[in-house]
């Protein structure tokens, strides 16, 4: 059982063109139920417009951020330029995960996650960061045994699952002593479970609520919002990873209203 707080962290999709209002509108609209934002980086392998610089627009809102970074596409260089960055902009919480296939160009295979959490814990010492807040910095978790390197992280993201059962075995089966918060993902088509599961091979994905959504649209927003209520009451994590991709707008007023 946790004994913090628990919080819904709300996904938001990142502009893939220089026009911000779309990401304003979606925070605005989950302000009323998320406790902070995650800012995806280069979202599907897609170029958008810097999680940093995002993460930062969130912030100017009124928000708290979390700013996604991923190994694919930096090398050391880039990352510390990244870090710089998010120092003089205040943003002071990271996701770093792998990333995706690039839609386009190639990985650099220079940096990975667990490089990354190193070079971040050793920026005390580094003077170009003299008086710079510490980060936080999370890491993600697959359904799986959980290698002892991300234990070093400050919060974990665990992998979107439509199962709590699957969930509560994994939080069983992998103690910690950091914040740790379920993925949880609205189902916004057939075609969208056909996506998923070629993307992430080991997603269950209920076969009833795939017919559900065949025939009604906010079926997926009803059955994740409801997932989320059932995460909290079980006490065993810190909060939720939501993910509610388009459904932004019908996802913030059903969880408002059922939290309420």
Not at 139 to 158: E, G, Y
Request: proline share 6%; net charge neutral; aromatic share 6%.
């Amino acid at each position: 059982m946790t004994n913090h707080p628990f919080q819904i962290i709300c996904e938001i999709e990142p502009p893939t063109r220089p026009d911000l209002k779309h990401v304003r509108h979606q925070i605005g609209t989950l302000s009323k139920v998320a406790d902070t934002f995650l800012v995806p980086d280069n979202h599907i392998g897609r170029a958008t417009v810097s999680s940093v610089a995002v993460a930062h627009e969130v912030e100017a809102m009124g928000g708290r951020s979390i700013a996604c970074l991923n190994s694919r596409d930096r090398n050391l260089l880039g990352f510390r330029r990244d870090l710089l960055t998010a120092a003089a902009y205040g943003v002071d919480q990271f996701l770093f995960v792998y990333g995706d296939k690039p839609s386009s160009g190639s990985r650099t295979g220079e940096l990975n996650v667990r490089a990354m959490i190193e070079e971040v814990r050793a920026l005390p010492k580094d003077s170009a960061f003299a008086g710079v807040r510490p980060f936080r910095v999370g890491t993600a978790a697959a359904l799986r045994p959980l290698p002892a390197w991300k234990r070093a992280a400050d919060f974990m993201f665990v992998q979107v699952s439509f199962s709590l059962e699957a969930l509560l075995r994994w939080r069983e089966a992998n103690p910690v002593d950091v914040p740790v918060y379920a993925g949880v993902m609205v189902l916004a088509s057939e075609a969208h479970a056909q996506r998923l599961a070629a993307a992430i091979p080991d997603i269950d994905i209920p076969s009833e609520l795939v017919e559900k959504v065949a025939s009604d649209r906010l079926a997926g927003v009803e059955a994740t919002c409801e997932q989320v209520l059932q995460i909290r009451d079980s006490g065993a994590f810190d909060g939720v990873h939501l993910i509610p991709v388009a459904r932004y707008r019908e996802v913030a007023a059903r969880l408002e209203h059922l939290l309420s």
